[in-house]
């Protein structure tokens, strides 16, 4: 979900286990040259799935932690791809706590059906999180260290299966 922590984390990640790092709102935002909002604007929301999809489509996840877009989970297809090359760290937190970490809901490029309210998304969302999600990690406490600490003991005992 927006405000989860996908990229600050991300960052964190790679640079502790010295990986690359990818994150795809900046590639949708390079690739089409405007802020994500104003993709959203110009080819709505499904539009905006449909270049997230093919931006993800065309990442290699070997070697590389990859912030993808809240809204990754809608396609079959990408999270296949990308699940064949890497595993997917879910990072929840509860909807009172995203509800404080997102101000901009209605500025911040999100991919949702315009009427669909926040409380709403979240809902649709989590059974796609957790459906794709090889390992989930709870982030809505602690620091952001703690956070990382917790994802990267989560994906030693992981790939110690």
Same mark, same amino acid.
């Given at each position: 979900m927006p405000g989860a922590g996908k990229s600050t984390v991300g960052v964190l990640l790679s640079k502790r286990l010295a990986l690359g790092f990818i994150d795809s709102d900046l590639l949708i935002q390079v690739r089409e040259d405007k802020p994500l909002q104003q993709v959203l604007d110009d080819a709505g929301y499904l539009g905006l799935r449909a270049i997230e999809e093919s931006v993800l489509l065309t990442v290699e996840p070997r070697g590389n932690v990859i912030a993808t877009g809240g809204s990754a989970v809608y396609s079959d297809a990408a999270m296949q791809h990308l699940a064949a090359g890497s595993? %997917?760290?879910?990072?929840? +937190?509860?909807?009172? /706590?995203?509800?404080? =970490?997102?101000?901009? #809901?209605?500025? =911040?490029? %999100?991919?949702?059906?315009?009427?669909?309210?926040?409380?709403?998304?979240?809902?649709?969302?989590? +059974?796609? #999180?957790?459906?794709?999600?090889?390992?989930?990690?709870?982030?809505? /406490?602690?620091?952001? /260290?703690?956070?990382?600490?917790?994802?990267? /003991?989560?994906?030693?005992?992981?790939?110690?299966?």
């Open positions: 595993q %997917i760290v879910w990072l929840d +937190a509860p909807l009172t /706590e995203l509800r404080q =970490r997102i101000r901009d #809901y209605d500025t =911040r490029g %999100i991919s949702r059906r315009p009427d669909q309210a926040f409380s709403e998304l979240f809902a649709e969302r989590q +059974a796609l #999180y957790a459906r794709y999600g090889s390992i989930r990690v709870d982030c809505s /406490e602690g620091t952001l /260290e703690d956070v990382l600490d917790r994802v990267l /003991e989560s994906l030693a005992k992981d790939t110690s299966r």
